[in-house]
Nanobody, 123 residues
Framework: QVQLVESGGGLVQPGGSLRVSCAAS????????MNWFRQAPGKEREFVAS????????NYADSVKGRFTISRDNAENTVYLQMNSLKPEDTAVYYC????????????????WGKGTLVTVSS
């Protein structure tokens, strides 16, 4: 049974940092591109970051480039998103997603999804 379980969300002040994690099980983690998406209230789900199978390639949305860092640990079947210099507009539910057939920023192209973790940036 495939599972992606996000954790680490919470309330953080503007300018602060937070790291969210996603633990994977039920599939060959190292064979999948891993991705983070987010969905703010009243908005569509959007791509945030992706990382290739062995961490050689990362991609970021322009809105988070230079502030967020995606990483993965294939031994632990876990993908991380380190978020620095957080802004109120980063408030959203953050989802991890897995894709077998390489890189994509398309929500509809993901094979597996987690249920999300809420990040709130507010003073």
């Amino acid at each position: 049974q495939v599972q992606l379980v996000e954790s680490g969300g919470g309330l953080v002040q503007p300018g602060g940092s937070l790291r969210v994690s996603c633990a994977a099980s039920g599939f060959t983690f190292s064979s999948y591109y891993m991705n983070w998406f987010r969905q703010a209230p009243g908005k569509e789900r959007e791509f945030v970051a992706s990382i290739s199978y062995r961490s050689g390639t990362t991609n970021y949305a322009d809105s988070v480039k230079g502030r967020f860092t995606i990483s993965r640990d294939n031994a632990e079947n876990t993908v991380y998103l380190q978020m620095n210099s957080l802004k109120p507009e980063d408030t959203a539910v953050y989802y991890c997603a897995a894709r077998y057939r390489g890189s994509s920023r398309d929500v509809g192209a993901m094979d597996y999804w987690g249920k999300g973790t809420l990040v709130t940036v507010s003073s």
